[in-house]
């Protein structure tokens, strides 16, 4: 069945695809033109440019990426595997990605995986299938048969949120048993000697947790005690796990939550038990959330400097994806304890 050709008096129906050459029909000019337009305006007049835009414009057109891609064996696709979307600690990270791959040209492809290895195998598996340009994990822990699917798909590879002298490719992030025992080390410095954490069950936050412990003891203070709920952790886990760990541990002075809106549900529930915080009991968090700051009393809490990581972390996969060399294959970006009224 034929179909009316496009003009500029001649728009184009409902549901029918508007293609390269009905845009080259109503710039009046050849299809060779209109991708020349598309792939390196300036070896095109300007005037024509701005005549096959605005046809562009005109029609609704969109150009075939994925068609592009094969010709250029590129997607300028990258993909991300998260823990959770929800997890506000992450979205500085992924934010800074998405803008710094933009300025490249390139896209943000962002998948879930549920703090589960059987769902990070499955999400790893489908971003492959779909051969993107690079792929940026959280974390550094993958299952054997996920770390053999993405070697061998030979996509380069960015893990973050974590140090391995082992990376898979190049790893961007932070010793999360270094936070554990200066996060230890300060509270004992403060004069608290009855110590807790209250934590998800990752295994990021474990590590965390496993240091925190052993710091603590050699330094001298208590056997700290911890309480795991399920990640991502919330608000409500938070004053829930405070309440029952006081039922258990009544003497404690000082807990260390494994991320801030852990944090701020056990300010609130002291708050409303009549704890005084910080002189009966000292809280830290972990992320430096946009609120943590304005709390009453103000959190302290361990900043990661999640835009940094997401800015590395494209630098990296592109330069990667280009088969360009790197300088560093693996960067530790620290962390830094804020110091607030909580303590």
Known sequence: MSRTPLTRSHPPAANIRVTLKDVASVAGVSAMTVSRVLNAPDTISAATVARVREAIASTGYVPNSAAKALRSSKSR??????????????????????????????????????????????????IISRRPDGI?????????????????????????????????????????EAVGREVSRFLVGKGRKRLALIGGDDVRSKRRWNAFAKSARALGADAPVARFVPAPTTLAHGRETLRALLDDAPDIDAIFCSSDALALGVLIEARAQGIDVPKRLAVVGFGDLNFSAQLDPALTTVRIDGPRIGELAAHCIVTRALGEPLDERIIDVGFTIVEREST
């Open 77 to 126: 696709l990258i993909a991300a595997v998260l823990p959770t979307l929800t997890g506000s600690v992450f979205l500085d990270t992924i934010g800074a990605l998405t803008a710094a791959l933009a300025q490249r040209g390139y896209q943000l492809m962002v998948g879930q995986s549920g703090y589960s290895a059987i769902g990070e195998d499955q999400l790893i598996t489908d």
């Open 136 to 176: 940026v994990l959280t974390g550094v822990v993958h299952t054997d048969e996920g770390r053999r699917r993405l070697l061998a798909s030979g996509i380069p590879i960015v893990e973050t949120w974590d140090l391995t002298p082992e990376p898979l490719d190049v790893l961007i992030g932070f010793s999360h």
